[in-house]
């Protein structure tokens, strides 16, 4: 018989080879006590969280959780059944209204996740004969949804404006086209040049959809995105997102204008064949999303934050993804695996917790430290994580 | 309209700055197991293969491309199409 988890050897040697070291298990990390958006209890210590996407600190948000207990009581715990069939209550539509309020769009659709999001809206857009072009560095959802649909797959190389437009200009005129791109790409958090690629794509007969997952609530002046920011969100497609990032719960969602989105509903089969959000995830989603249309003072604290933690780090020494801020992910590059989990779990000692990235989900085989900010996060604390960087660092001989 | 051994000498110079083992180049060689080369520098690669031959090689196609023999084949029916 062959042993059909036996093409994981690799890995699990690697783990075995990595743990042997004596340094603790970067991917199994348990918050025993989670404090507020920006502090938890790891280990025992007292740690502060600067690797989570709670970017605009709603999951502890008053007003949003007493929605939740509100709508767990009157609607019970779970919907047991497909959008489609019984679980379609009040607050998904309200959700789905708030999501149209806050982008200004006419149609949006709620999925269970935002991966499902993603594998949903690609796999059904691009079938057979049509052709989906993205980014090389795009997200593994992305990557999947094109994998579970018949489409041709084209990719080019990261954010390179001129390298999309070559392959969108070979391509057969009459094929349908889309071209899958992201706000904020998650590992080095650097923003895509959109206004250019969208213009491309528009010139090149293209359809676009957008993920603004790591950009909604925080980029652009009301949140809604790099596309925002960027002026070019009216001739954007389809925006992808998510609720379990700035929103603070869990879900996905599609948004767009286009006339017959609505139809998507019932050819979707990430979206009919799996059961609907808990009523009481809806209207913690719905409140959250309504407070963030008007959460300008945060955005702008958000940003002072992650311009600090960029300009210290920098000045302390270490080689960042990004050559300044550009969104709430500040990534530290690492030599390599080994050092990275030392270096992670030095700051973790000193009551840190950032992420631990490592290939595949990083491009270029890189091994990062992923930092995200949160608009709790005080400047104070700011301070505190650049000393703990510093002293970390100078622990493992990184800087 | 090239012939194979024309795009085949151009694909070998291609090949040329990333075949960093100087690994002899036949029909058969293949670039995972021979060249040694990771995903990155299949990426590069292919970009480049594309823009000399003016053709897109998506990547359906490239899961069915292992070695420089059958990179020609595809680059010689992609160029007829």
């Known amino acids: ?399 | 309209m090239a012939t194979r051994e024309e795009i085949m000498a151009k694909v070998e110079a291609l090949i040329g700055p990333f075949n960093n083992k100087g690994v002899e180049l036949k029909d058969a060689t293949t670039f995972a197991s021979d060249l040694e080369w990771d995903s990155l520098t299949v990426m590069d690669f292919v970009a480049a293969v594309e823009d000399e031959f003016d053709i897109i090689i998506t990547m359906n196609m490239q899961a069915e491309i292992e070695t420089i023999g059958q990179l020609a084949d595809a680059v010689a029916k992609l160029m007829d199409n």
């Open chain 1, 1 to 399: 018989m062959t042993d059909l988890l036996s093409k994981f050897d690799p890995l699990i040697q690697e783990r075995e080879t990595l743990l042997a070291t004596g340094v603790k298990d970067p991917f199994s990390l348990v918050m025993e006590e989670v404090k507020s958006p920006t502090v938890a209890v790891c280990n025992g210590k007292e740690t502060i969280l600067l690797g989570t996407y709670n970017y605009m600190g709603m999951t502890f948000d008053d007003d949003v959780r007493e929605a939740g207990l509100t709508a767990l009581k009157e609607f019970g715990s779970g919907t047991t059944g497909s959008r489609v069939l019984n679980g379609t209550y009040s607050p998904h539509r309200d959700c789905e209204e708030a999501l149209k309020e806050f982008y200004g769009m006419d149609h949006a659709m709620v999925f269970s996740t935002g991966y499902q999001a993603n594998l949903g809206i690609i796999s059904t857009l691009a079938g057979k004969g049509d052709y989906v072009i993205l980014d090389i560095d795009s997200h593994a959802s992305i990557y999947d949804g094109c994998a579970m649909g018949n489409a041709e797959i084209v990719a080019f190389r990261h954010n390179d404006v001129e390298a999309l437009e070559k392959r969108l200009k070979r391509l057969p005129e009459e094929a349908g086209k889309l071209v899958v791109l992201e706000g904020v790409y998650s590992m080095l958090g650097d923003v895509a040049p959109l206004k250019e690629m969208i213009r491309v794509c528009k010139e090149n007969g293209a359809m676009t959809l957008v993920d603004e997952a790591h950009s909604m609530g925080f980029i652009g002046d009301n949140g809604r995105g790099v596309s925002e920011a960027q002026g070019v969100i009216d001739d954007v497609d389809f925006i992808i997102g998510t609720f379990s990032k700035s929103v603070g719960t869990v879900g996905g969602f599609c948004v767009s204008n286009h006339p017959k989105f609505e139809i998507m509903r019932l050819v979707c089969r990430p979206y009919v064949f799996t059961a609907s959000l808990p009523p009481s995830v809806m209207a913690t989603a719905s409140t959250s999303i309504r407070k963030l249309m008007h959460s300008g003072n945060k955005r702008a604290h958000l940003w002072e934050n992650s311009k600090k933690l960029h300009k210290g780090l920098r000045d302390l020494g270490f080689e960042l993804g990004t050559p300044e801020a550009q969104s709430a992910i500040i990534a530290v590059i690492m030599p390599d695996l080994e050092r990275g989990a030392m270096m992670w779990q030095a700051l973790l000692a000193e009551g840190l917790y950032v992420n631990l990235a490592r290939p595949p989900a990083t491009p270029a085989n890189m091994t990062l430290l992923r930092c995200s900010l949160c608009a709790e996060h005080t400047s104070e604390q700011v301070d505190q994580i650049l000393g703990m960087f510093e002293a970390a660092g100078k622990a493992v001989g990184a800087i």
